[in-house]
T-cell receptor
Framework: AQKVTQAQTEISVVEKEDVTLDCVYE???????LFWYKQPPSGELVFLIR??????QNEISGRYSWNFQKSTSSFNFTITASQVVDSAVYFC???????????FGTGTLLAVQP | NAGVTQTPKFQVLKTGQSMTLQCAQD?????MSWYRQDPGMGLRLIHY???????DQGEVPNGYNVSRSTTEDFPLRLLSAAPSQTSVYFC????????????FGPGTRLTVT
């Protein structure tokens, strides 16, 4: 069975603080794909990043960075120097190699206060 | 490109009524899917399609039907609406499969009374 756990339901930070959103996954597949999506208050879902299981290199994109660790089955997302515009629900998702189903975590609501 | 479009944006149904949520994409994507989003539950897959004429069930398919007669369109049918189907519904598409990023439509907010 595949599962994604986002244990942090809500996080509140003050602008300019760094914040890490946790994602822990379960799968028996050796080939799999991990994703992060952002859902701002307007409601649309925006793709942020995709990682496949063979690529453990961490990724940085501006203030965003992702730490993929197969040893702990985690794919954590860090926002550096958070801004109010980062306020959103963030979803982690997993696709096992043998299935075309994308399984989402329950999401983390990030509130960045000015 | 319009991307993924969904109609209607809002809908109120009475218990027992049927309706179709429309979804279309103009990116020539093979893979399309429907999710429902409920508070505290994340997004759950209802049905998906890997190409015209091919559909399969997701995590929560009961009470819903789909068909894929063309690459562009993937309508979701509620056969007999129930209050438990009150939710926000998202349609998504990706190039070939879920190993690629998915593009989401704006969502349909459905209330069943």
């Amino acid at each position: 069975a595949q599962k994604v756990t986002q244990a942090q339901t809500e996080i509140s930070v003050v602008e300019k603080e760094d914040v890490t959103l946790d994602c822990v996954y379960e799968t028996r597949d050796t080939t799999y794909y991990l994703f992060w999506y952002k859902q701002p208050p307007s409601g649309e879902l925006v793709f942020l990043i995709r990682r496949n299981s063979f690529d453990e290199q961490n990724e940085i994109s501006g203030r965003y960075s992702w730490n993929f660790q197969k040893s702990t089955s985690s794919f954590n997302f860090t926002i550096t120097a958070s801004q109010v515009v980062d306020s959103a629900v963030y979803f982690c998702a997993l696709r096992g190699g043998a299935t075309n189903k994308l399984i989402f975590g329950t999401g983390t609501l990030l509130a960045v206060q000015p | 490109n319009a991307g993924v479009t969904q109609t209607p944006k809002f809908q109120v149904l009475k218990t027992g009524q049927s309706m179709t949520l429309q979804c279309a994409q103009d990116m020539n994507h093979e893979y399309m899917s429907w999710y429902r989003q409920d508070p505290g539950m994340g997004l759950r897959l209802i049905h998906y399609s890997v190409g015209a004429g091919i559909t399969d069930q997701g995590e929560v398919p009961n009470g819903y039907n789909v068909s894929r007669s063309t690459t562009e369109d993937f309508p979701l049918r509620l056969l007999s609406a129930a209050p438990s189907q009150t939710s926000v519904y998202f349609c998504a598409s990706s190039l070939k499969s879920t190993s690629y990023e998915q593009y989401f439509g704006p969502g349909t907010r459905l209330t069943v009374t």
